[in-house]
């Protein structure tokens, strides 16, 4: 038999489309879909140099790719007696060498999350077969998951142990419904919100109204070492606008404000303060009172509460079925107004107005600064309860008369709020109106972005419309429990969520990734800012563009 020429042998001898050797984990020896594959590591893999959170792909005999996700590591024996027994190895490397890998391995539990098919990602609904090899998975791999950066994808880190590569969040499909960002602590909560704004903003997916309870999303914030990160006004000067509660804290802050908020007191309504039950110790019956107080004295009802004249509360006691004690109760409750200086007796510009116009006549994303109000839990409550019933109300004033004309329609609205669960209390959520919004999906084009160290907080239901979770380190049971709920392979996910680094790494589920991932986020630094402000290829019409058609001159308010 004549060789062929030594030029053509690949022609003759096609290579293996599997990984290079050097890169194979094991073999799958056992396992099942819902908990997962056993695989034996090679005798020369060692389980120090692996991780939960990991990525690996197996390799079926019918070219089809499995991608999986590590969640569990093991040291096995084939003989018990081992257990019992142990040899003394560490002081005769031949002896270790013998047992290694043979008598002694270790095993690696990993969780299909989905098979790829001619290069296309599908849902996994079945498993490869025994002894089928294991690769780490590589950068190809990962882009068949996760695709490209590009207008509709934006980069929020990449897999732990491949930075390589990119991790690319589907933006349409983050804003279309509600987003949690979750974590203990210090964990960079912050940091991981601002991340995901300046993606929605730069690719103009969404405007956004952003409740700074500690001024951490406008101009600037410090961090726990004390250095300065850039805020969404510097990345996006034309694009953010920052309004305040506090002008004074703003000016001491250097901190390019256009407008200061003031609200009237003859514009909050009982449905403002009924969040303020747990904070203010408000009873059913104060509420009620409220209700009681509103419909007798109309607009003025908290302008002659506080201001205590004997013939009103005579008025109140003898002609409505309000006690004198629970009127009294709530009137000393509601006199902590009196310290805010954002509320007004006299008449001020409507905010509400102005905040519609700046988000959807000019399409620019809006962060309300607190100022000293942040440390303030009652006045947070209280001006993002304020706002957002009546922006809510606008809004589906606007979607409804825009049906038949999509030109007419307002842009895609983010509401971002922290301490979530204070809105969202299981014996609030239903009435209030962030449970309302969480609950409508997008039907009014409004969906929330709420941030919580408690997600055990919130009501169930209203976690189960929370299209995609970013979650931080979480170590309380309750709390990891609730941000799995209702999330495919959970069990696998609880140790990797257990383990994560206190600092810059999350695990994204949900709506705006095929498969739950973890990350090693991108390091909100200079090098983010330039790739930020120096790639922004979108001009402000094509943004407008992109956020619903149709310019300013077509919004009618």
Known sequence: MTLPPAENLNDWFPGSTRPDAASRLGLVVGGSLSKGLVVKLDRDQ?????????????????DMRFFCMLN?????????????????????????????GTAAYGTITATPMLSIEEGQPRPVKTIPGHFMPVYNATVADVNAVFGEEDSGHFNVGAPLELEETQINLDLKRLVERSVGVFGKSGTGKSFLTRLLLAGVIKWGKAVNLIFDMHNDYGWAATDERGTQAKGLKQLFPGKVAIITLDGESARRRNSPVEMEIKLNYDDIDPEDISNL???MNLSDAMIDAAYTLKKRWGKEWVRRMLADKVEDFEDIVENTNVGGGTFSALQRRLQRFERWAFLSKEPVQDSVERIIHLLVNEQRSVVLEFGRYGNELEAYILVANYLTRRIRD?????????????????????????????FLDPMVARQTIFGIIARELRKYNVTLLVVDQRPSGIDEEVMSQIGTRVTALLDNERDINAVLNGINGAQGLREVLSRLDTKQQAIIMGHAVPMPVVVKTRTYDEAFYQAIMGDNSLSSSAAREKLGGGGREKRRL
């Open 394 to 422: 606008r809004y589906v004033d606007m979607v409804e008369r825009s049906l038949g004309d999509d030109s007419h329609k307002p842009p895609q609205l983010v509401i971002t709020i922290e301490e979530a669960h204070k």
């Open 277 to 279: 039950r747990a904070t």
């Open 72 to 100: 569990d590591i093991a040291l096995n024996s084939s003989n018990p007696s081992i257990q019992n027994h142990p040899p003394e190895v560490m002081d005769d490397p031949f002896l270790r060498d013998i047992y290694i």
């Open 46 to 62: 060692t389980v120090e140099d692996l991780a939960v959170g990991r990525y690996v792909v197996v390799h079926s005999a019918n």
